[in-house]
Every structure is written in structure tokens, then in C-alpha cells.
């Protein structure tokens, strides 16, 4: 399990992104499914930063937009099986919030959504 990517909740991407370090764009996609524009960046090393934008009041991450303004949200952890998952899961006695979702951003790979007891979501990438 290693760390695959940071999540900011933001009201607008090309905004934010003025401002912020990053490597380089590898990704900018829409997705249906989370109702939201989704934008990926390499960091510098082996993690990514995550972008989401909510496009409206149906989105997964329009509540906590609207609570937190721009602001860190998850942390994605890419795991390499269920088993380790499920593992880990138990281990941290995590919730589960969603998944498994084909992450488009992430060509379809399944991500879950998890809340941990201290009350932060984290994101597991298979």
C-alpha cells in the first residue's frame, strides 16, 4: 500500500490551479457518476494531487464544499488486492461511504470510500 494521491474539494478548478505547485497536468476528466470535474496532477515524486469540482448540488462533494470551501478532503492510498483491503479495513475499523466505483479519472480501476475514526475519509485505489 503506498500513497497515490492528495484530494482538494474546490469550487473551481482552473482557478485553483493558478495558484498551486504541481509537475505536471496528466489528467481532466468528467464524471457522470460523481457528478463532478475531476483533475489530476503529478506532485513532485511518486504522489499525485487530485482536484474535484462539484458541478452541482447532486454531487458527492457538494456538501462539504459548501461547509469547507477550497479545502484537503481524502487522502488515496493505492492497495494491490481486496484481501489487503479488506485487512486494512478491519485493522483500522474503517466505514465504508461508497464503493466500489469505477474511477474514470483512474481508467474504470474500482475505488472505495471509507471513513476513519477520526472522522476523515480515505480512499482506497485498486
Do not use: W
Request: net charge negative.
Amino acid at each position: 500500500m503506498k500513497l497515490h494521491h492528495t484530494g482538494f474539494i474546490v469550487a473551481d478548478i482552473d482557478q485553483y490551479e493558478k495558484n498551486m505547485l504541481f509537475e505536471e497536468k496528466v489528467n481532466d476528466v468528467i464524471d457522470p457518476v460523481q457528478n463532478g470535474r475531476l483533475t489530476l496532477y503529478r506532485n513532485f515524486g511518486d504522489s499525485y494531487i487530485e482536484l474535484i469540482q462539484p458541478l452541482n448540488d447532486q454531487a458527492f462533494t457538494y456538501n462539504f464544499l459548501q461547509k469547507s470551501g477550497n479545502n484537503f478532503h481524502h487522502f488515496c492510498y493505492e492497495i494491490g488486492s481486496e484481501e489487503e483491503l479488506k485487512a486494512v479495513v478491519a485493522k483500522n475499523k474503517l466505514i465504508l461511504v461508497k464503493g466500489p466505483i469505477q474511477a474514470i479519472l483512474f481508467d474504470n480501476r474500482p475505488v472505495y470510500f471509507y471513513y476513519s475514526r477520526n472522522r476523515q475519509v480515505v480512499e482506497f485505489l485498486l
